[in-house]
């Protein structure tokens, strides 16, 4: 069983819609969640990170983490073209700060 | 907000020979470096951790006469890739994250695109 996994899409969605990406991991002592925006050939970007269940808002975007489910996804509001891109999945593994494992990433498409 | 700086962007290189990228943490003090990997399509995989005064920590099944790792002060990780193959053609990546807390976010260079012909 992979430790992060993702579907890897690609998920489409219409200008303006709203995208949810989902997550799931394996190991329940996982404290920190991390979703990071990949453009192609660049590096990740930082999107928002969650540490408690519930939900978490900054602008178009809330993460939302449930960690009974073992389930983290994030949703992004108003979707526009520039969203378009891989949102990887990032947990802190197994008793290591700052140690990531990464999901392989699901790749959006935000059609005009 | 933290910045971390890669170089070089990108380098062709002939099989057999040795390529060394850098990593800086520019605006903060890392004690602790993460090199990862990405071939197309893949996600990242974890290299190394590097470690600012002692031996980087390798995942299992990478190289560490391969893939030779320094981190000799707070804002600088190296990572050199010894005798270069056509397989080594990838995605290096290096991370960081401030001293914030055990949680704190990875913040990541802006990686090297290494090429073995």
């Known amino acids: 069983q992979k430790e992060v996994e993702q579907n890897s899409g690609p998920l489409s969605v219409p200008e303006g819609a709203i995208a949810s990406l989902n997550c799931t991991y394996s190991?329940?002592?996982?404290?920190?969640f991390f979703w990071y925006r990949q453009y192609s050939g660049k590096s990740p970007e930082l999107i928002m990170f969650?540490?408690?269940?519930g939900d978490k808002e900054d602008g178009r975007f809330t993460a939302q983490l449930n960690k009974a489910s073992q389930y983290v996804s994030l949703l992004i509001r108003d979707s526009q073209p520039s969203d378009s891109a891989t949102y990887l999945c990032?947990?802190?593994?197994?008793?290591?700060?700052?140690?990531?494992?990464f999901g392989t990433g699901t790749r959006l498409q935000v059609t005009l | 907000g933290a910045v971390v700086s890669q170089h070089p962007s990108r380098v062709i290189c002939k099989s057999g020979t040795s390529v060394k990228i850098e990593c800086r943490s520019l605006?903060?003090?890392?004690?602790?470096m993460f090199w990862y990997r990405q071939f197309p399509k893949k996600s990242l995989m974890l290299m190394a951790t590097?470690?600012?005064?002692?031996?980087?920590?390798?995942e299992q099944g990478v190289e560490k006469d391969k893939f030779l790792i320094n981190h000799a002060s707070l804002t600088l990780s190296t990572l050199t890739v010894t005798s270069a193959h056509p397989e080594d053609s990838s995605f290096y990546i290096c991370?960081?994250?401030?001293?914030?807390?055990?949680?704190?976010?990875?913040?990541f260079g802006n990686g090297t695109r290494l090429t073995v012909t």
């Open positions: 190991d329940r002592g996982s404290q920190s």
């Open positions: 969650i540490y408690s269940n």
């Open positions: 990032a947990v802190n593994g197994p008793g290591t700060a700052s140690k990531l494992t």
């Open positions: 605006d903060f003090q890392a004690t602790t």
């Open positions: 991370s960081a994250t401030p001293p914030r807390g055990r949680n704190s976010p990875l913040h």
């Open positions: 590097s470690n600012e005064g002692s031996k980087a920590t390798y």
